[in-house]
């Protein structure tokens, strides 16, 4: 089958730094994408990896290892507001998007 | 720019009535058009999709159905809801044969069936 594991909850601390890991299991692999969704919103795109290496968009960066089914959302300088749920997201060979379940990341004062 | 809008954001429903959620895009021409539902604590699930005027795909079977009447207007509908269907609805959209298959999603629509 396929499947996309990422941690339920995570707690990091106001202008820390968090990462969040995905892991993936899918038949074939056209991109990894992760968005972001607030308590009772929509999600919204946050940025798309379809090769290896690091992508840096402002205070967030996402990293992805094909040959290790692996990525991780980086947030630094971490803000009261960045408190949401992150959806990790793989397309795979039939351009069909597998959706991890989200992990909820909680910013403490 | 594009925009996309979906109502009614909240609804709550009796077991075995009907339900007709809308979604509609503007800014773009020709989208890819999407139904989502998310329960809590699991992954989005892809309910159906439209590449054109009146093609749906069903990616999972249910006494749900979507149409598509006009190239930027989408409807989720039922003719007798369960319980099980309870859920927060998405629609989306994304550019036809684009790279990336970036989503943009709407607000949402929270569905409570008794």
């Known amino acids: 089958g396929q499947n996309i594991d990422q941690p339920t909850e995570m707690t990091a601390t106001e202008g820390a730094i968090v990462q969040i890991n995905c892991t993936y299991q899918?038949?074939?692999?056209?991109?990894l994408f992760w968005y972001q969704q607030h308590a009772g919103e929509a999600p919204t795109f946050l940025s798309y990896?379809?090769l290896d290496g690091l992508e840096e968009k402002g205070r967030f960066s996402s990293f992805l290892s094909r040959s290790k089914g692996y990525s991780y959302l980086l947030l630094k300088e971490l803000q009261m507001k960045d408190s949401a749920s992150y959806l990790c997201?793989?397309?795979?060979?039939?351009?069909?998007?597998?959706w991890g379940a989200g992990t909820k990341l909680i910013i403490k004062p | 720019s594009q925009t996309i809008h979906q109502w009614p954001a909240t609804l709550v429903q009796p077991v075995g009535s009907p339900l007709s959620l809308e979604c509609t895009v503007e800014?773009?021409?020709?989208?890819?058009l999407y139904w989502y539902r998310q329960a809590a604590g699991r992954g989005l699930q892809l309910l159906f999709y439209?590449?054109?005027?009146?093609?749906i795909s069903s990616e999972v079977p249910q006494n749900l159905s979507a149409s598509r009447p006009q190239d930027r207007q989408f409807i989720l509908s039922s003719k007798k809801l369960l319980l099980s269907d309870s859920g927060f609805y998405l629609c989306?959209?994304?550019?036809?044969?684009?790279?990336?298959?970036?989503?943009?999603f709407g607000e949402g629509s929270r569905l409570t069936v008794l």
């Open positions: 989306a959209w994304s550019y036809q044969g684009a790279d990336t298959g970036e989503l943009f």
């Open positions: 800014g773009t021409s020709n989208p890819n």
């Open positions: 439209s590449v054109g005027i009146g093609q």
């Open positions: 899918t038949s074939g692999f056209n991109g």
């Open positions: 990896n379809v």
């Open positions: 997201a793989v397309m795979n060979s039939n351009y069909q998007l597998i």
